[in-house]
């Protein structure tokens, strides 16, 4: 099916799915060992819409993700290293320690930390496209929110999908992205989908009907995904096995990171709490690389985060990128 780009750009998806899903799995079971500093709120059943509507970002695009999009953190450049940091609640996490939940982003790689009113997120994904649009920069912002944040009137193109069918919500986001683009006007993507765990790890769920869990488990986003690559004869049983020993060895090494990166220290409790004075840096202007607008330093190295780059990564190759653009 399709050339050999189409295909390592399906094993890309596929590898950001599984990461994304163990991610949360390695996260759920530190928290059941007492070691995350605070809940944990997950999404498994979500890495279909978090990481297809991601993947059709471009260059300078922004997202503006919600608490339970780590897929569209990782897909858009986050390292796993910061996202176990913060979870971990260490000095070096993104946000120092001072928070150990998802609410992180990085504006170095077009993504905006998530606002705990979830829907106030979407005033500041339209102020963003409002300044990038005054700019006169074909910058598009893409916003997730709950069923609960927006209402129908707003007299904008829709279109509802299977959210956990990877390809159908990619080509749903394709297509708005595209009349986006064209100059017509936002445009709205609901998928429909299911998280089949608990609010966060600390509710059990048993108010769930177990004939609706078990329906949902039917159409894991994964396992369906896995299916229809195998069938197309894109996923081997060698690249599975390469992929998942990838998957594994990227978590450990946050895992490890995280455990060996220090606490934050008390001395730094006032530090962050005002911006800095004079203008925020935006990305491809003057001022955009001040090291001040990066997020995380290793404090044991003095340089960012590294990361893996999507192209790096589903060529499971292990050479790191330092944190920068897109």
């Given at each position: 099916m399709g050339s050999g780009r189409e295909r390592e750009d399906l094993l890309r998806i596929y590898y950001f799915m599984r990461l994304t899903r163990a991610m949360e799995d390695r996260t759920r079971t530190l928290f059941l060992q007492g070691r995350v500093v605070g809940g944990v709120y997950t999404a498994q059943g979500h890495e279909a819409t978090t990481v297809g509507a991601a993947m059709m970002l471009g260059e300078g695009d922004f997202i503006v993700p919600q608490h339970r999009d780590l897929g569209m953190h990782l897909v858009g450049g986050t390292?796993?290293?910061?996202?176990m940091c913060q979870w971990l609640a260490r000095g070096n996490s993104p946000t120092l320690g001072r928070d150990g939940?998802?609410?992180i982003?990085?504006?170095?790689?077009g993504i905006v930390p998530s606002i705990s009113m979830l829907g106030e997120s979407l005033p500041v994904a339209c102020g963003i496209g409002l300044t990038m649009k005054m700019r006169k920069r074909s910058t598009l912002v893409l916003a997730s929110c709950g069923d609960g944040a927006a209402a129908h009137a707003y007299g904008m193109p829709?279109?509802?999908?299977?959210?956990?069918?990877?390809?159908g919500v990619m080509k749903a986001v394709r297509q708005a992205v595209e009349h986006v683009r064209s100059g017509k006007g936002p445009a709205l993507v609901e998928c429909k989908t299911f998280r089949v765990r608990g609010h966060s790890e600390a509710d059990k769920a048993e108010y769930v009907p177990k004939e609706l869990l078990e329906e949902w488990l039917k159409k894991d986003p994964i396992k369906r995904f896995e299916q229809y690559l195998t069938e197309e004869g894109i996923l081997t049983g060698a690249r599975r096995t390469e992929i998942e020993e990838k998957v594994k060895a990227t978590v450990d090494d946050a895992v490890r990171f995280a455990e060996q990166s220090p606490a934050p220290h008390p001395e730094t409790v006032t530090d962050y709490v005002f911006a800095p004075d004079g203008p925020i840096a935006i990305i491809g202007e003057?001022?955009?690389?001040?090291?001040?607008?990066?997020?995380?330093?290793?404090?044991?190295?003095g340089k960012p985060f590294t990361t893996i780059s999507g192209a790096q990564a589903i060529a499971l190759n292990t050479v790191p990128e330092e944190v920068g653009r897109r």
């Open positions: 390292s796993p290293r910061a996202v939940q998802l609410h982003g990085d504006i170095h790689h829709g279109e509802t999908v299977d959210g956990n069918d990877v390809i003057p001022g955009a690389e001040d090291p001040r607008y990066v997020n995380a330093l290793d404090t044991r190295t």
